[in-house]
């Protein structure tokens, strides 16, 4: 079992920065790690996803904006957001997703999330 608590969320006027911290209990090597999202009324959606390989993704509406990093040694993942927009925001949160090949079964952690709002 692995217990995230995401930390850096805010209240930012838009196009300013914020970065985001999920720090884990325990180690992330092996978890895909991803920031989500939820806005009011709208269902979650992926924001960036790190694979344990190294490999990024983002939504769309993030790309060149967004930036997730992890650092294996400290069991930390990290979303640095940056020109911001009052669009982005929602309440973020980070999750590690594990998988067992031979039933092949995904396993999610969620955190309990932090609130991102973006408003002048």
């Known amino acids: 079992q692995v217990q995230l608590v995401e930390s850096g969320g805010g209240l930012v006027q838009p196009g300013g920065s914020l970065r985001l911290s999920c720090a884990a209990s325990g180690s992330i090597s092996i978890y895909t790690m991803g920031w989500y999202r939820q806005a009011p009324g709208k269902q979650r959606e992926l924001v960036a996803g790190s694979t344990s390989g190294g490999s990024t993704n983002y939504a769309d509406s993030v790309k060149g904006r967004f930036t997730i990093s992890r650092d294996n040694a400290k069991n930390t993942v990290y979303l640095q957001m940056n020109s911001l927009k009052p669009e982005d925001t929602a309440v973020y949160y980070c999750?590690?997703?594990?998988?067992?090949?031979?039933?092949?079964?995904?396993?999610?952690?969620w955190g309990q999330g932090t609130q991102v709002t973006g408003s002048s």
């Open positions: 999750n590690a997703r594990g998988r067992i090949a031979l039933l092949n079964y995904d396993y999610d952690y």
